[in-house]
């Protein structure tokens, strides 16, 4: 098989957040938490991906500190708790 492409762009500067779990398959609500957590704290989501048990997304490299604090803090995972 072949496929006629035209050219391949490619873009740097990027990082990718994933939640992963088992329990994302009988737990609803978790894109909706990982998005508005994401949202309210300004990061803006480039690209996103899905499956049964993970949600990955395409961030700006400068963001990617600040949005896994961000999950981390609205999953109950930030240190301290």
């Not at 508005?36 to 048990?53: A, D, P």
């Not at 400068?62 to 930030?78: N, T, Y």
């Amino acid at each position: 098989m072949e496929v006629a492409a035209g050219k391949v762009l490619k873009q740097g500067g990027i990082a990718k957040l994933s939640v992963v779990g088992i329990g994302m398959r009988s737990h609803s609500g978790v894109a909706a938490t990982l998005f508005e957590c994401l949202g309210n704290g300004g990061v803006n989501i480039q690209m996103i991906s899905t499956s049964e048990i993970k949600i990955a997304v395409i961030l700006d490299e400068s963001q990617i500190d600040h949005a896994a604090k961000l999950a981390h803090a609205a999953f109950g995972l930030s240190a301290g708790k």
